[in-house]
């Protein structure tokens, strides 16, 4: 029998002679309790069968083409990442930080992944759908403040978002001072009038 390093998943998981030099170890236990190498290959397989399934799916759905690809890649670990933060109890590690434990199965780490995208999902969902009511209530109750219809209100406020975010695209930086000597288009030449402009005066006194 030949066990190599096997290419059916993602080589950047850096899994592949870890997870060769698994078998060989459970293939060789097995073998040493089953003589048989027929009994013992069987066996091997109902071992290794769920965890060689569970790495090969993990990886297919984290290494896909494309920028649908990419962003099924990077999403789930920055949720991971902030969720494990926030509750390390409830929300495991990103997948390359489970690959790390040890003791869990790939099975095992495929299931927590599962289980956290739910919870995930549930929380953000509701905490949007919270949000909502939140906007709701509020319109609501500066129409019945005011004594119009809420989609007046809504227009409203859609329409100073706009204004304020408008308004800081195009407003200066407050306070902003630029030096004219870093200007790119400035010369040595301006840059020495300017040095000689300085000296001669004062908070707008002239010295000279």
Known sequence: MLLTDSSSYSPSFGLGANTA??????????LNK???????????TKQRAGDAKALVKISRGIDRPGKLGTLQF???????S?????????????????????????VEIQRKKRLDR?????????GMSLFGVG???LIKSLARLLG???????????????VVAAVKKVAPSAGSNPDPMKHPSYTLGDQ????????TTVDGVSMG
């Open 21 to 30: 030099l698994e078998d060989v170890q459970l293939l060789s236990d097995i």
């Open 135 to 137: 906007v709701r209530t």
């Open 82 to 106: 902030i969720f494990h933060k926030i509750s390390p109890k409830i929300f495991g590690e990103n997948i390359f930080g489970m690959f790390k434990k040890e003791g869990i199965t790939f």
């Open 118 to 126: 739910m919870m995930q999902a549930t929380v953000i969902l509701s």
């Open 148 to 162: 119009v219809k809420d989609i007046l209100v809504s227009g409203c406020l859609v329409a100073l978002l706009g």
């Open 192 to 199: 020495k009038a300017y040095q000689k402009d300085s000296k």
């Open 34 to 44: 089953t003589p048989n190498l027929s009994e013992a290959v069987q066996d091997f």
């Open 74 to 80: 990077i999403l789930p670990l920055i949720l991971d």
